[in-house]
Protein backbone atom coordinates (compact mmCIF):
# COMPACT_ATOMS: atom_id res chain seq x y z
CA UNK A 1 0.00 0.00 0.00
CA UNK A 2 1.36 2.93 -1.23
CA UNK A 3 -0.41 5.99 0.61
CA UNK A 4 0.44 5.60 4.25
CA UNK A 5 0.23 8.54 5.58
CA UNK A 6 -3.51 8.45 6.70
CA UNK A 7 -3.66 5.10 8.30
CA UNK A 8 -1.65 3.44 11.28
CA UNK A 9 0.15 0.18 9.80
CA UNK A 10 -0.51 -2.80 12.71
CA UNK A 11 0.78 -6.00 12.01
CA UNK A 12 -1.16 -8.87 12.76
CA UNK A 13 0.55 -9.90 15.99
CA UNK A 14 0.00 -6.21 17.63
CA UNK A 15 -3.44 -6.37 16.51
CA UNK A 16 -4.99 -9.75 18.38
CA UNK A 17 -3.70 -7.88 21.42
CA UNK A 18 -5.43 -4.83 21.24
CA UNK A 19 -8.31 -7.22 22.40
CA UNK A 20 -7.66 -10.44 23.91
CA UNK A 21 -11.36 -11.16 26.06
CA UNK A 22 -13.32 -12.11 22.78
CA UNK A 23 -13.66 -15.99 21.64
CA UNK A 24 -14.75 -16.96 18.13
CA UNK A 25 -18.67 -17.30 18.62
CA UNK A 26 -18.72 -20.07 15.80
CA UNK A 27 -17.08 -23.26 15.34
CA UNK A 28 -15.27 -25.07 12.31
CA UNK A 29 -18.15 -26.82 10.82
CA UNK A 30 -19.95 -23.45 10.46
CA UNK A 31 -16.89 -21.57 9.30
CA UNK A 32 -16.54 -24.07 6.51
CA UNK A 33 -20.09 -23.23 5.84
CA UNK A 34 -19.45 -19.65 5.81
CA UNK A 35 -16.14 -19.73 3.68
CA UNK A 36 -16.16 -18.87 -0.02
CA UNK A 37 -14.50 -21.13 -2.67
CA UNK A 38 -10.42 -21.47 -1.66
CA UNK A 39 -10.92 -19.12 1.20
CA UNK A 40 -8.64 -20.43 3.73
CA UNK A 41 -9.78 -19.12 6.32
CA UNK A 42 -9.47 -20.45 9.48
CA UNK A 43 -10.61 -20.24 13.28
CA UNK A 44 -7.48 -18.90 14.74
CA UNK A 45 -7.54 -15.84 12.13
CA UNK A 46 -11.56 -15.58 13.38
CA UNK A 47 -9.39 -15.34 16.90
CA UNK A 48 -6.83 -12.89 16.16
CA UNK A 49 -8.59 -10.39 13.61
CA UNK A 50 -12.53 -10.81 13.60
CA UNK A 51 -12.94 -10.75 17.02
CA UNK A 52 -10.47 -7.43 17.09
CA UNK A 53 -12.35 -6.50 14.67
CA UNK A 54 -15.84 -6.78 16.12
CA UNK A 55 -14.83 -5.13 19.51
CA UNK A 56 -13.79 -1.94 17.33
CA UNK A 57 -16.91 -1.82 15.11
CA UNK A 58 -18.61 -2.10 18.72
CA UNK A 59 -16.60 1.55 19.64
CA UNK A 60 -17.51 3.14 16.25
CA UNK A 61 -21.30 1.79 16.99
CA UNK A 62 -21.13 3.31 20.46
CA UNK A 63 -20.56 6.55 19.20
CA UNK A 64 -23.01 6.92 16.52
CA UNK A 65 -25.52 5.81 18.88
CA UNK A 66 -24.25 8.57 21.43
CA UNK A 67 -24.42 11.36 18.18
CA UNK A 68 -27.37 10.82 17.66
CA UNK A 69 -28.69 11.22 21.21
CA UNK A 70 -26.81 14.71 21.27
CA UNK A 71 -28.61 15.56 17.75
CA UNK A 72 -31.99 14.29 19.72
CA UNK A 73 -31.25 16.58 22.74
CA UNK A 74 -30.50 19.56 20.34
CA UNK A 75 -33.14 19.34 18.63
CA UNK A 76 -35.76 18.40 21.69
CA UNK A 77 -36.98 15.50 19.81
CA UNK A 78 -36.85 12.33 19.70
CA UNK A 79 -34.48 11.04 17.15
CA UNK A 80 -34.75 7.52 15.98
CA UNK A 81 -31.06 5.41 15.87
CA UNK A 82 -30.94 4.99 12.38
CA UNK A 83 -29.40 1.83 10.98
CA UNK A 84 -25.63 1.24 11.39
CA UNK A 85 -24.40 0.46 7.73
CA UNK A 86 -20.72 -1.56 7.21
CA UNK A 87 -19.60 -1.21 3.65
CA UNK A 88 -16.91 -3.94 2.89
CA UNK A 89 -15.08 -3.61 -0.86
CA UNK A 90 -12.07 -5.00 -2.80
CA UNK A 91 -11.32 -6.96 -5.74
CA UNK A 92 -13.08 -10.08 -7.52
CA UNK A 93 -11.75 -13.07 -5.44
CA UNK A 94 -10.08 -11.80 -2.54
CA UNK A 95 -12.51 -13.00 -0.38
CA UNK A 96 -15.21 -9.94 0.22
CA UNK A 97 -18.24 -11.93 0.42
CA UNK A 98 -16.34 -14.34 3.36
CA UNK A 99 -15.07 -11.47 5.13
CA UNK A 100 -19.11 -9.67 4.92
CA UNK A 101 -20.67 -13.60 6.22
CA UNK A 102 -18.27 -13.76 9.07
CA UNK A 103 -18.86 -10.09 10.36
CA UNK A 104 -22.47 -10.50 10.07
CA UNK A 105 -22.61 -14.21 11.93
CA UNK A 106 -20.34 -12.93 14.91
CA UNK A 107 -21.92 -9.00 15.36
CA UNK A 108 -25.47 -11.45 15.51
CA UNK A 109 -23.64 -13.31 18.01
CA UNK A 110 -21.68 -10.92 19.96
CA UNK A 111 -24.58 -8.68 20.04
CA UNK A 112 -27.95 -10.82 20.34
CA UNK A 113 -30.36 -8.32 20.57
CA UNK A 114 -29.41 -6.36 17.09
CA UNK A 115 -30.72 -7.43 14.15
CA UNK A 116 -28.29 -7.88 11.71
CA UNK A 117 -28.46 -8.69 8.34
CA UNK A 118 -26.23 -8.90 4.84
CA UNK A 119 -26.94 -7.63 1.33
CA UNK A 120 -24.43 -7.26 -1.54
CA UNK A 121 -24.52 -5.03 -4.40
CA UNK A 122 -24.54 -7.63 -7.10
CA UNK A 123 -27.93 -7.24 -7.30
CA UNK A 124 -28.06 -3.77 -7.88
CA UNK A 125 -26.07 -4.89 -11.50
CA UNK A 126 -28.22 -4.12 -14.50
CA UNK A 127 -29.85 -7.63 -15.33
CA UNK A 128 -27.94 -9.22 -18.57
CA UNK A 129 -30.52 -8.31 -20.97
CA UNK A 130 -30.48 -4.52 -20.23
CA UNK A 131 -26.52 -4.97 -20.54
CA UNK A 132 -26.48 -6.87 -23.97
CA UNK A 133 -29.20 -3.49 -25.06
CA UNK A 134 -26.34 -0.83 -23.72
CA UNK A 135 -23.48 -2.73 -25.12
CA UNK A 136 -21.84 -3.30 -21.86
CA UNK A 137 -21.53 -7.14 -20.93
CA UNK A 138 -18.25 -6.92 -21.69
CA UNK A 139 -17.80 -3.93 -19.27
CA UNK A 140 -19.94 -5.88 -16.13
CA UNK A 141 -18.86 -5.07 -12.76
CA UNK A 142 -17.77 -1.57 -14.41
CA UNK A 143 -19.46 1.42 -12.75
CA UNK A 144 -21.34 1.80 -15.49
CA UNK A 145 -23.18 -1.75 -15.21
CA UNK A 146 -24.45 -0.83 -12.16
CA UNK A 147 -28.02 0.64 -11.87
CA UNK A 148 -27.04 3.12 -8.99
CA UNK A 149 -29.72 5.13 -8.22
CA UNK A 150 -31.63 2.23 -7.87
CA UNK A 151 -28.82 1.50 -4.73
CA UNK A 152 -28.75 4.69 -3.52
CA UNK A 153 -32.45 4.93 -3.39
CA UNK A 154 -32.12 1.61 -1.38
CA UNK A 155 -30.11 2.71 1.18
CA UNK A 156 -32.02 6.05 1.64
CA UNK A 157 -35.21 3.99 2.46
CA UNK A 158 -32.83 1.45 5.11
CA UNK A 159 -31.94 4.53 6.68
CA UNK A 160 -35.04 6.57 6.75
CA UNK A 161 -35.96 3.02 8.86
CA UNK A 162 -38.97 2.01 5.98
CA UNK A 163 -39.91 -1.11 7.81
CA UNK A 164 -39.77 -3.81 4.47
CA UNK A 165 -37.29 -2.75 1.36
CA UNK A 166 -36.77 -5.22 -1.43
CA UNK A 167 -33.01 -5.47 -2.81
CA UNK A 168 -33.13 -7.48 -6.07
CA UNK A 169 -31.43 -10.96 -6.48
CA UNK A 170 -28.40 -11.92 -8.29
CA UNK A 171 -27.36 -15.61 -8.98
CA UNK A 172 -23.19 -16.26 -9.40
CA UNK A 173 -24.56 -19.62 -11.06
CA UNK A 174 -26.91 -18.25 -13.65
CA UNK A 175 -24.72 -14.92 -13.84
CA UNK A 176 -27.19 -12.69 -14.46
CA UNK A 177 -30.30 -11.39 -11.56
CA UNK A 178 -32.90 -13.47 -10.79
CA UNK A 179 -36.08 -12.02 -12.17
CA UNK A 180 -38.94 -11.16 -9.28
CA UNK A 181 -36.92 -12.69 -6.62
CA UNK A 182 -36.13 -10.14 -3.65
CA UNK A 183 -33.84 -10.29 -0.43
CA UNK A 184 -35.96 -8.80 2.13
CA UNK A 185 -34.41 -6.20 4.27
CA UNK A 186 -36.66 -5.63 7.36
CA UNK A 187 -35.40 -2.82 9.86
CA UNK A 188 -31.76 -3.71 10.27
CA UNK A 189 -29.74 -2.35 13.36
CA UNK A 190 -27.32 -3.10 11.68
CA UNK A 191 -26.85 -3.81 7.49
CA UNK A 192 -23.52 -5.01 6.02
CA UNK A 193 -22.98 -4.01 2.13
CA UNK A 194 -20.74 -6.34 0.52
CA UNK A 195 -19.29 -5.31 -3.38
CA UNK A 196 -16.52 -4.27 -5.53
CA UNK A 197 -18.15 -0.63 -6.39
CA UNK A 198 -19.20 0.21 -1.97
CA UNK A 199 -16.41 2.72 -1.91
CA UNK A 200 -16.83 4.01 -5.46
CA UNK A 201 -18.99 5.94 -7.85
CA UNK A 202 -21.02 8.90 -7.49
CA UNK A 203 -24.48 8.58 -8.53
CA UNK A 204 -24.44 12.15 -9.03
CA UNK A 205 -21.96 15.13 -7.92
CA UNK A 206 -23.34 15.26 -4.56
CA UNK A 207 -23.91 11.26 -3.32
CA UNK A 208 -21.75 8.48 -3.03
CA UNK A 209 -22.56 5.18 -1.53
CA UNK A 210 -19.86 5.29 0.89
CA UNK A 211 -21.72 8.68 2.27
CA UNK A 212 -23.83 6.35 3.80
CA UNK A 213 -21.42 4.07 5.78
CA UNK A 214 -20.81 4.28 9.55
CA UNK A 215 -17.84 1.89 8.93
CA UNK A 216 -15.65 0.73 5.87
CA UNK A 217 -13.26 -2.20 5.01
CA UNK A 218 -11.07 -2.85 2.05
CA UNK A 219 -10.13 -6.66 1.50
CA UNK A 220 -6.84 -6.16 -0.30
CA UNK A 221 -4.18 -8.29 -1.26
CA UNK A 222 -1.07 -8.26 -4.40
CA UNK A 223 -2.80 -8.26 -7.89
CA UNK A 224 -0.81 -11.29 -8.61
CA UNK A 225 -1.91 -13.27 -5.94
CA UNK A 226 -5.68 -12.08 -6.82
CA UNK A 227 -5.44 -13.43 -10.01
CA UNK A 228 -3.87 -16.83 -8.65
CA UNK A 229 -6.84 -17.24 -6.52
CA UNK A 230 -9.60 -16.14 -9.37
CA UNK A 231 -7.73 -18.79 -11.02
CA UNK A 232 -8.12 -21.27 -8.65
CA UNK A 233 -11.76 -20.57 -7.60
CA UNK A 234 -12.68 -20.82 -11.51
CA UNK A 235 -11.62 -23.99 -11.33
CA UNK A 236 -13.03 -25.39 -8.09
CA UNK A 237 -16.51 -23.75 -10.12
CA UNK A 238 -15.36 -26.20 -13.25
CA UNK A 239 -15.48 -29.17 -11.02
CA UNK A 240 -18.97 -28.66 -9.69
CA UNK A 241 -20.81 -26.78 -12.41
CA UNK A 242 -20.44 -30.45 -14.86
CA UNK A 243 -23.38 -31.60 -12.83
CA UNK A 244 -25.90 -28.31 -13.09
CA UNK A 245 -26.54 -27.85 -16.98
CA UNK A 246 -28.15 -24.23 -15.79
CA UNK A 247 -24.94 -23.46 -14.72
CA UNK A 248 -23.65 -20.13 -16.28
CA UNK A 249 -20.10 -22.46 -16.46
CA UNK A 250 -21.38 -25.44 -17.30
CA UNK A 251 -20.65 -24.62 -20.88
CA UNK A 252 -16.78 -24.66 -19.74
CA UNK A 253 -16.90 -27.53 -17.57
CA UNK A 254 -18.33 -29.67 -20.12
CA UNK A 255 -15.59 -28.68 -22.69
CA UNK A 256 -11.53 -28.37 -22.79
CA UNK A 257 -10.23 -27.29 -19.82
CA UNK A 258 -7.21 -25.69 -21.15
CA UNK A 259 -9.73 -23.60 -23.14
CA UNK A 260 -11.84 -22.47 -20.42
CA UNK A 261 -8.88 -21.25 -18.44
CA UNK A 262 -7.52 -19.60 -21.26
CA UNK A 263 -11.00 -17.55 -21.40
CA UNK A 264 -10.62 -16.94 -17.98
CA UNK A 265 -6.77 -15.74 -17.67
CA UNK A 266 -8.16 -13.29 -20.72
CA UNK A 267 -11.22 -12.43 -18.21
CA UNK A 268 -8.90 -11.47 -15.69
CA UNK A 269 -6.32 -9.69 -17.60
CA UNK A 270 -8.69 -7.28 -19.65
CA UNK A 271 -12.18 -6.80 -17.73
CA UNK A 272 -11.32 -7.73 -14.01
CA UNK A 273 -7.50 -6.31 -13.33
CA UNK A 274 -8.86 -3.26 -15.28
CA UNK A 275 -11.64 -3.15 -13.07
CA UNK A 276 -9.45 -3.37 -9.93
CA UNK A 277 -6.60 -0.59 -11.44
CA UNK A 278 -8.75 1.67 -12.48
CA UNK A 279 -11.74 1.91 -10.59
CA UNK A 280 -11.33 -0.29 -7.60
CA UNK A 281 -8.23 0.36 -5.87
CA UNK A 282 -8.24 3.98 -6.15
CA UNK A 283 -11.24 3.82 -3.57
CA UNK A 284 -9.23 1.92 -0.91
CA UNK A 285 -7.84 5.04 0.96
CA UNK A 286 -11.84 5.89 1.23
CA UNK A 287 -12.11 2.84 3.79
CA UNK A 288 -11.78 3.02 7.47
CA UNK A 289 -10.18 0.03 7.82
CA UNK A 290 -7.98 -2.22 5.28
CA UNK A 291 -7.25 -5.85 5.74
CA UNK A 292 -4.20 -7.24 3.78
CA UNK A 293 -3.82 -10.32 3.12
CA UNK A 294 -0.38 -12.24 1.95
CA UNK A 295 -0.21 -16.08 0.40
CA UNK A 296 -3.53 -18.05 1.45
CA UNK A 297 -5.44 -15.16 2.30
CA UNK A 298 -3.99 -14.50 5.47
CA UNK A 299 -4.03 -10.88 6.76
CA UNK A 300 -0.40 -10.23 8.04
CA UNK A 301 -1.51 -5.95 8.07
CA UNK A 302 -4.25 -4.11 9.34
CA UNK A 303 -4.43 -0.42 8.45
CA UNK A 304 -6.82 1.40 10.49
CA UNK A 305 -7.69 5.17 9.55
CA UNK A 306 -6.08 8.02 11.68
CA UNK A 307 -9.05 10.76 10.57
Known amino acids: MDNKMNFYRISREEWQGFY ?18 NDQISLKDVQDIYVPLTHLIHLYMKEFESLTVSKGLFLHEYVPVPPFII ?16 LQTILARTFKRR ?10 LYPNKVLEEKGLMDRKGFPESYDME ?27 IIENEYEIIQQPDILIVEGINTLQLPANQQIYISDFFDFSVFVDAESELIRKWY ?10 AFLEPDNYYYQYAIGDREEAFTMAKNVWKTINLKNLEEYILPTRERADLILHKTDNHIIDEIFLRKY
Open 231 to 240: LDRFGALLDT
Open 150 to 176: RLITFLNEVKSGQEEIKAPLYSHSVYD
Open 115 to 124: NVQLITTDGF
Open 20 to 37: RDGKAPLTEAELESIKGF
Open 87 to 102: GIAGSVAVGKSTTARL
